[in-house]
T-cell receptor, first 110, second 117 residues
Framework: KQEVTQIPAALSVPEGENLVLNCSFTDSAIYNLQWFRQDPGKGLTSLLLIQSSQREQTSGRLNASLDKSSGRSTLYIAASQPGDSATYLC?????????FGAGTRLTVKP | NAGVMQNPRHLVRRRGQEARLRCSPMKGHSHVYWYRQLPEEGLKFMVYLQKENIIDESGMPKERFSAEFPKEGPSILRIQQVVRGDSAAYFC???????????????FGQGTRLTVV
């Protein structure tokens, strides 16, 4: 059974800092990995999708990497802004399902 | 192309009543996933469905919960005889069919927040 872990559980940084969120998974037989953002009381917004054959994806200030063999992904956020404050979730897609980590709650202080 | 639509957005039920949650996938999507999110917790997988088929229901409680995705109409998550512990946000996601289904992106609805009083 796939287990997805996200570290740290919570992170607070001053505005402007670069930061890295971590995601690890136990079964490397995945099809893709997706990073989402969730604001309090809201749904999930897809940020980046990395196919199993890819190493990284970039969108604006976001860069996600994938090392499937070691079961790890990182989400790098450059020049963080208060508007980046949210919970960030990673999800790995296997044969029949998509499993989520518990998320990292990010707070960017002005 | 509207996104994944879930309704109702908020649902209040008394203990013992039934709750029906609906999810209309994006146009062209025939794969639906249901998740439950308890306050301050991550998303827990419940069930994965394709049109008229349950593919994986390993995350569904054995009693009171059922899901369907008929040929026509939305996917329905049904909770019978609700209890207070069922209070949570229920999210569905959809993805499209095709040869590369396994590599396609999943899109989420805004969720249904169920409160059992």
């Amino acid at each position: 059974k796939q287990e997805v872990t996200q570290i740290p559980a919570a992170l607070s940084v001053p505005e402007g800092e670069n930061l890295v969120l971590n995601c690890s998974f136990t079964d490397s037989a995945i099809y893709n990995l997706q990073w989402f953002r969730q604001d309090p009381g809201k749904g999930l917004t897809s940020l980046l999708l990395i196919q199993s054959s890819q190493r990284e994806q970039t969108s604006g200030r976001l860069n996600a990497s994938l090392d499937k063999s070691s079961g790890r992904s990182t989400l790098y956020i450059a020049a963080s802004q208060p508007g980046d404050s949210a919970t960030y979730l990673c999800a790995v897609k296997g044969n029949n399902d998509m499993r989520f980590g518990a998320g990292t709650r990010l707070t960017v202080k002005p | 192309n509207a996104g994944v639509m879930q309704n109702p957005r908020h649902l209040v039920r008394r203990r013992g009543q039934e709750a029906r949650l609906r999810c209309s996938p994006m146009k062209g999507h025939s794969h639906v996933y249901w998740y439950r999110q308890l306050p301050e917790e991550g998303l827990k997988f419940m069930v994965y469905l394709q049109k008229e088929n349950i593919i994986d229901e390993s995350g569904m409680p054995k009693e009171r919960f059922s899901a369907e995705f008929p040929k026509e109409g939305p996917s329905i998550l049904r909770i019978q005889q609700v209890v207070r512990g069922d209070s949570a946000a229920y999210f569905c996601a959809s993805s499209r069919t095709g040869e590369t289904i396994m590599n396609t992106e999943a899109f989420f609805g805004q969720g249904t927040r169920l409160t059992v009083v």
